[in-house]
């Protein structure tokens, strides 16, 4: 069991845990929240370099048949805190990466993780298991690729024009299809809530 602990799917799961200090690290620079061009690429590095191990943990834990209770839980675990991470770090820095309306893309998207993580627990005390749709994977993707573009924020702009703008679309395109995905978990919870 133990080696199972330290399979390299976990390890990779828990580097990706690891990543959430490190980017938060990179925009505090001289003891204050700021984002320099630097800061932004470095978080934006460390980013995609953690959102690649989401993928490659549980691929390979399946191809190697290392599957784990410990891995099935702080994967989406991790997830949660990568994504809330970053997000609360771009409506908080200097820049104000996610501002004004867009504040509502965010905050629907932190709900729906809280929303979801209870259902889930709920279920699974019902064993009831609720399976990962083909819409869900796309949310992720989305959400993920949307951060990417937020992280690199004013340093992208001036190399690819509109990097924060099309952050802020593919952000509410995450935040739609989390509403969507976040209803069908809803759904599920309170049918076996009815039969209850």
């Not at 490190?22 to 630097?38: A, H, N, P, R």
């Not at 019902?126 to 004013?154: E, Y």
């Not at 024009?161 to 952000?171: A, D, E």
């Not at 509403?179 to 209850?196: C, I, L, P, Q, R």
Request: charged fraction near 15%; proline fraction near 3%.
């Amino acid at each position: 069991m133990a080696s199972r602990t330290y399979s390299i799917p976990n390890l990779l799961t828990y580097g990706r845990i690891l990543a959430v200090p490190l980017i938060v690290l990179c925009f505090y620079l001289e003891g204050k929240l700021q984002s320099t061009d630097f800061a932004r690429w470095a978080a934006l590095a460390i980013f995609v370099i953690a959102s690649i191990t989401d993928f490659f943990d549980g691929y390979l834990a399946r191809i190697w048949n290392q599957t784990s209770n410990i891995g099935r839980m702080l994967d989406p675990i991790a997830d949660k805190l990568l994504v809330s991470t970053c997000l609360l770090l771009m409506a908080a820095d200097t820049e104000k990466t996610i501002a004004g309306w867009s504040l509502w893309a965010a905050i629907i998207i932190l709900c729906r993780e809280i929303l979801v993580s209870g259902l889930r627990e709920y279920l699974a005390g019902l064993k009831v298991s609720v399976p990962v749709t083909r819409i869900a994977k796309w949310k992720t993707t989305v959400q993920m690729v949307a951060l990417a573009f937020l992280l690199a924020g004013p340093a992208g702009d001036k190399v690819l024009p509109h990097t924060t703008h099309i952050g802020i679309g593919l952000l509410w395109i995450a935040a739609i299809l989390t509403m969507y995905t976040g209803y069908d978990y809803f759904k599920a919870g309170v049918k076996h809530m009815v039969d209850e």
